[in-house]
């Protein structure tokens, strides 16, 4: 049977967030004010044709499929800006921590323009200006401003996506970003689910941050990035 994590953007969209997509049996595209995502059902002409016609409509989106996988290379006919190798990794359990308790707050939408400009300051991944309405973000300030945040993102049956985990270069080498991912991961694994990530496979540091914390590599990605 497959996994669900398989084809996590597939899987979702037409599951546990089918309420914030657009599309139909073939294709499927998150809200573009949530973020960029985009997935076919097959690679048959009329997911295809989908697959094409949404991609046309909301310039800039992303697949994620499973590297050597049967859908890796179904692409919608637009230019392709990049792609990127990433680590599927999963949470079952944290480790250990002594790290010092920090103050933060949940975000929401007041906190929109703050959250998006330092996702597009720090590069995270892709995020956009209603990411914060998949839910479960938290952040950090110091002196008014925004400096550190975590929070949920995709969601597949048994699995909740940790994302949007980024730190102002001002205040780095903290311990804010693995301290607010294990509350984020803490709170989904209070919830009976498992947390998972998508990490870029080049970056290693961030890979040893999620696996110092207890997620261990499941499987490998493609990210690709269309034109727009």
Same mark, same amino acid.
């Given at each position: ?9 597939? #899987? ?12 139909? #049996? ?17 690679? /048959?002409? *009329? ?47 944290? =480790?250990?921590? #002594? ?22 300051? !720090? ?28 929070? #949920?993102?995709?969601?597949?049956? &048994?699995?909740? *996506?940790?994302? &949007? ?7 780095? &080498?903290?311990?804010?970003?693995? !301290? ?9 694994? *209070? ?12 970056? *290693?540091? !961030? ?9 261990? =590599? ?9 034109? /727009?």
């Amino acid at each position: 049977m497959p996994h669900p994590l398989d084809r996590p953007l597939w #899987n979702a969209l037409t599951g546990r967030m089918k309420a914030h997509a657009i599309g139909d #049996n073939h294709a499927v595209r998150l809200d573009p004010e949530l973020g960029v995502f985009l997935a076919a059902a097959d690679d /048959g002409p *009329e997911s295809r044709a989908s697959l094409d016609r949404l991609a046309a409509l909301c310039p800039g989106s992303g697949l994620i499929e499973l590297e050597g996988g049967a859908m890796e290379d179904v692409l919608p006919d637009l230019p392709v800006v990049s792609r990127s190798p990433c680590a599927q990794m999963t949470c079952s359990a944290l =480790t250990a921590s #002594n790290a010092p308790d920090i103050e933060f707050q949940t975000l929401g939408d007041a906190d929109a323009a703050e959250m998006l400009a330092l996702a597009t300051l !720090t590069r995270p991944g892709p995020f956009r200006a209603r990411t914060q309405r998949l839910g479960g973000f938290i952040g950090v300030r110091r002196e008014g401003r925004l400096i550190a945040m975590a929070g #949920n993102r995709m969601r597949v049956d &048994g699995y909740t *996506e940790l994302s &949007g985990v980024c730190v102002h270069p001002d205040h780095r &080498g903290q311990g804010l970003a693995g !301290t607010l991912s294990r509350i984020v991961v803490a709170r989904v694994l *209070e919830g009976g689910e498992q947390a998972y990530l998508h990490a870029y496979a080049g970056h *290693e540091a !961030t890979v040893r941050l999620y696996e110092s914390l207890g997620f261990t =590599t499941r499987a490998r990605v493609t990210y690709t990035v269309l034109s /727009g």
